[in-house]
């Protein structure tokens, strides 16, 4: 195999993830019921973007730390973020969020490539040091869909409290009034608060109308902060994936091991 095969291989596995991972930000777009509304399916969609998040992280230190010069891994990058534009949706919003993904993967790369050439050995230790930035770009990017979604929601619908939860909160309330008034007046106890209770909602709506453009980056922020927190609990896991992966490439002699000898400069005393 040539070596521009393997580095179109390489880029091709990044290009992928890429677009996997926009197929899942897709979803995600979708998500803001599963949020407001919690269920098996909000754990569903959280395994997939974890997946997603491995395959992009695990193909990107491959990227970084394999392909030369830096400008051909930046081009692979580039490549996997316009891939993700397809797998997800081609809008403003998207388009700022994968152009904030380019940026963070060309500090990426550099980075990578620079405390590589400064180690006297290979070591997988400046791709774990520097994936911190990249993990927190995709959790931003995968917020940022959920956020882009819920305001495109609310362009078109408008914002309402959603149903489960004044039904939660009303039952709640039902059964103290019920537990405080005599049998013979619970009837008429309730529906007198049911007409108040459904008033209030209507009227905190329409309150909160001039800001319904701030919900959806509310939401988005709340988000952004379990979900990172749980990204870096499993933050050792595309580092194992990826030494095995080293592993695997110099067992079948797609890398090899390169000793080379340099002249150094120093100045001093005479």
């Known amino acids: 195999m040539g070596k521009w095969l ?13 677009y996997f991972f926009g197929m899942v930000c ?3 777009d979708q998500a803001y ?34 392909l030369r010069p830096v400008w051909v891994g930046i081009i692979a990058f580039a490549l996997s973020g316009l ?10 919003g998207s388009g700022v969020l994968v152009l904030v993904y380019l940026i963070a993967t060309a500090v990426y790369a550099v980075g990578v490539a620079k405390e590589l050439n400064q180690r006297i050995r290979f070591s997988v230790r400046p791709i774990s040091e520097g994936q911190h930035v990249l993990l927190t770009t995709l959790v931003l990017v995968a917020c940022g869909s959920l956020g882009l979604g819920y305001a495109t929601h609310i362009e078109q619908e408008g914002f309402s409290i959603p149903e489960s939860y004044t039904e939660k909160f009303g039952e709640l309330i039902e059964e103290q009034i019920m537990a405080r008034t005599p049998a013979e007046q619970h009837e008429e106890a309730v529906a007198e ?16 109308k001039p800001y319904e453009q701030f919900i959806p980056l509310l939401m988005a922020g ?6 990172l ?30 000793v080379e000898t340099q002249e150094v400069q120093r100045l001093i005393i005479d």
Do not use: C, Y
């Not at 393997?6 to 880029?11: E, I, N, P, Q, Y």
């Open 26 to 28: 897709k979803q995600i």
């Open 33 to 66: 019921e599963l949020i407001l509304s919690p269920s098996i399916q909000l754990l569903n969609l959280l395994l997939w973007f974890l997946l997603a998040l491995a395959a992009v992280m695990t193909s990107a230190g491959l990227v970084a730390a394999l």
């Open 222 to 227: 709340s988000v952004f902060t379990p979900l």
């Open 229 to 258: 927190t749980i990204v870096n609990l499993l933050a050792w896991a595309p580092i194992v994936i990826l030494k095995v992966v080293f592993f695997l490439l110099k067992a079948l002699r797609v890398t090899k091991v390169v």
């Open 6 to 18: 393997k580095v179109a291989f390489l880029a091709a596995l990044l290009i992928g993830a890429g």
């Open 193 to 208: 608060f049911r007409e108040e209770f459904q008033h209030a909602v209507d009227k905190f709506s329409e309150n909160i």
């Open 83 to 92: 891939a993700m534009l397809l797998g997800w949706q081609v809008t403003v």
